[in-house]
């Protein structure tokens, strides 16, 4: 079992910048593929980035990419999302998500997930 806790969301105007975390606990969490979605109001839950268990592979939605950078620090097992020049349609619910094997891309590829972070841009 993995157990994942984001934090770091709030409220940003528009151009702002916020880092999300998630600490994971539990089974070998470092072996992990590590990701993150997204869910505004209305909408199907969306990819946003995803990274290897070593860092060496990141793949990010195309309308984040040069803005959002997703990183993250095995011995403190946690993931980050760095998130720059925010915009308003960035403003959803943000979860992180964890799966064995490789690279996905749809959420119900993934096996563990966090409660949700909110991040609203302001225009």
């Known amino acids: 079992q993995v157990q994942l806790v984001e934090s770091g969301g709030g409220l940003v105007q528009a151009g702002g910048s916020l880092r999300l975390s998630c600490a994971a606990s539990?089974?070998?969490?470092?072996?992990?593929?590590m990701g993150w979605f997204r869910q505004a109001p209305g909408k199907e839950r969306e990819f946003v980035a995803v990274?290897?268990?070593?860092?060496?592979?990141?793949s990010y939605l195309e309308s984040v990419k040069g803005r959002f950078t997703i990183s993250r620090d095995n011995a403190k097992n946690t993931v980050y999302l760095q998130m720059n020049s925010l915009k308003p349609e960035d403003t959803a619910v943000y979860y992180c998500?964890?799966?064995?094997?490789?690279?996905?891309?749809?959420?119900?590829?993934?096996?563990?997930w966090g409660q949700g972070t909110q991040v609203t841009v302001s225009s």
């Open positions: 998500a964890a799966k064995v094997g490789g690279l996905a891309y749809k959420f119900q590829e993934y096996n563990y």
């Open positions: 539990g089974r070998a969490t470092s072996n992990y593929y």
């Open positions: 990274i290897s268990w070593g860092s060496r592979t990141t």
